[in-house]
T-cell receptor, first 114, second 113 residues
Framework: DAGVTQSPTHLIKTRGQQVTLRCSPK?????VSWYQQALGQGPQFIFQ???????QRGNFPDRFSGHQFPNYSSELNVNALLLGDSALYLC?????????????FGPGTRLTVL | AQSVTQLDSQVPVFEEAPVELRCNYS??????LFWYVQYPNQGLQLLLK??????LVESINGFEAEFNKSQTSFHLRKPSVHISDTAEYFC???????????FGTGTRLTIIP
């Protein structure tokens, strides 16, 4: 049973560029949440997708956008990258009807903005 | 809105000694509580969670946490730590019917041989 997978593992971009990160949820899960973890900090909620729609959003600017595909996989897009966007981006999956169920996290994508 | 405070950023402990990692939360609604562990260069793994029922919850690797509603705390304890417990530990909270997790800033547990 494959867990949550994310790609790529590492990414280096320059300021102003755009980036797309990818996530495949754990088998049987239908909900994907994205978190940003800056160095030395706890993860911060970006948004959550279910049924291909954004269901909840944290306090992040519109430069952060996402998408969920019919197979439940998801993408996180960040436009006009800033130095402060450098962080570990974590994807978590869960089952929507089990609202308090465990969120399973992937290994993350380390984004460095130069 | 919820918030989580982890009072200790770093906790050094001798091997086989007991440890307590502190977590306090703030919320205007009822909450679910979680402890996640993050090993170096890895994602987060759920250690244990409190949803309802018994206020004392246990994990399979010897950790336990007790939900204290009056003190709004969910401290994590282990009676005897091992080198393999070296990691970053995050306390998190979510509101009923709201899966968004709000995390604390983490506590780095270092085991001294």
């Amino acid at each position: 049973d494959a867990g949550v997978t994310q790609s790529p593992t590492h990414l280096i971009k320059t300021r102003g560029q755009q980036v797309t990160l990818r996530c495949s949820p754990k088998s049987g899960h239908d909900t994907v949440s994205w978190y940003q973890q800056a160095l030395g900090q706890g993860p911060q909620f970006i948004f959550q997708y279910y049924e291909e729609e954004e269901r909840q959003r944290g306090n992040f600017p519109d430069r952060f956008s996402g998408h969920q595909f019919p197979n439940y996989s998801s993408e996180l897009n960040v436009n006009a990258l800033l130095l402060g966007d450098s962080a570990l981006y974590l994807c978590a999956s869960s089952l929507y009807r089990e609202r308090a169920d465990t969120q399973y996290f992937g290994p993350g994508t380390r984004l460095t903005v130069l | 809105a919820q918030s989580v405070t982890q009072l200790d950023s770093q906790v050094p402990v001798f091997e086989e000694a007991p440890v307590e990692l502190r977590c306090n939360y703030s919320s205007s609604v009822s909450v679910y509580l979680f402890w996640y562990v993050q090993y170096p260069n890895q994602g987060l793994q759920l250690l244990l969670k409190y949803l309802s029922g018994s206020t004392l919850v246990e994990s399979i690797n010897g950790f336990e946490a007790e939900f204290n509603k009056s003190q709004t705390s969910f401290h994590l304890r282990k009676p005897s730590v091992h080198i393999s417990d070296t990691a970053e530990y995050f306390c998190a909270v979510s509101g009923f019917g709201n899966e968004k997790l709000t995390f604390g800033t983490g506590t780095r547990l270092t085991i001294i041989p």
